[in-house]
């Protein structure tokens, strides 16, 4: 049995940056993704960034290219989300999921999920 705990989420001005951390614990190595997804209020649940656990192939969502870092840390079992250049837009609840795909934009591909960590960006 997999677990994800999110931390991190916090509150920030539009232009800042935050991290947040996916502590994992379990068979992690069984799957192939790890991800972010987030939510906003009314919203959807959408893809935000992905590592391919056995090549170290990172993936992004248009709107987070060149603004958001997935990264991981085995030794710590960690997968960090590092979110520069905040918008309001980026505003949602983060979670953190693991499964094997195959495609990795798509919630029905990831069995096992945080419970989230709340980020808010205001202007």
């Known amino acids: 049995q997999v677990q994800l705990v999110e931390s991190g989420g916090n509150s920030a001005q539009a232009g800042g940056s935050l991290r947040l951390s996916c502590l994992y614990s379990?068979?992690?190595?069984?799957?192939?993704?790890v991800a972010w997804f987030r939510q906003a209020p009314g919203k959807d649940r959408e893809a935000v960034a992905a590592?391919?656990?056995?090549?170290?192939?990172?993936l992004y969502a248009p709107s987070v290219m060149g603004r958001f870092t997935i990264s991981r840390n085995t030794a710590e079992n960690t997968v960090f989300l590092q979110m520069d250049s905040l918008k309001v837009e980026d505003t949602g609840t983060y979670y953190c999921a693991t499964g094997p795909g195959p495609s990795w934009t798509v919630m029905s591909g990831y069995n096992f999920w945080g419970r989230g960590t709340q980020v808010t960006v205001s202007s």
């Open positions: 590592i391919g656990w056995h090549t170290g192939t990172t």
């Open positions: 379990g068979y992690i190595y069984g799957y192939y993704y």
